[in-house]
């Protein structure tokens, strides 16, 4: 899996590229926690490029938004392909995350 990041205006974007499973679960989960901690949780993931999801890849996405969470927001996720949606809803997550069509839309529900 590859990482990018960037900012936009105050807000700080991480584009994981690839399936979110096994191994890179975890550099994931810690990507998302060294982006809220550093920005006070304005952070969006666009997982637009992340067309599945194992059981370790869930989990780090759950353990990052419970992260974020603690700094008094949700972790907002664009570009949710469909089956990834429909893993979060069938593990009854869907509620714990926010979402977006795209960065842009993501960042400006920071206004």
């Given at each position: 899996?590859r990482?990018?990041?960037?900012e ?5 974007v991480l584009?994981?590229?690839?399936p979110l499973r ?6 994931f ?9 550093g920005?006070?949780?304005r952070?969006?993931?666009d997982v637009s490029a992340?067309?599945?999801?194992d059981?370790?890849?869930l989990?780090a996405?759950?353990?990052a938004?419970?992260?974020?969470l603690?700094t008094g927001?949700r972790l907002?996720?664009?570009?949710v ?8 809803d ?6 714990e995350f926010?979402?977006?069509a795209?960065?842009n839309?993501a ?5």
């Open positions: 899996m990482f990018s990041e960037y936009r205006g105050a807000v700080k584009k994981p590229e690839g096994g191994d890179d679960a975890q550099e989960r810690d990507r998302v926690v060294e982006m809220a901690d920005n006070s949780g952070c969006v993931v992340v067309q599945y999801v059981s370790k890849g989990q996405l759950v353990d938004g419970e992260h974020v603690h927001r907002k996720l664009c570009g392909a469909e089956i990834v949606r429909q893993v979060l069938l593990t009854e997550l869907s509620p926010e979402y977006f795209n960065v839309a960042v400006r529900s920071f206004l």
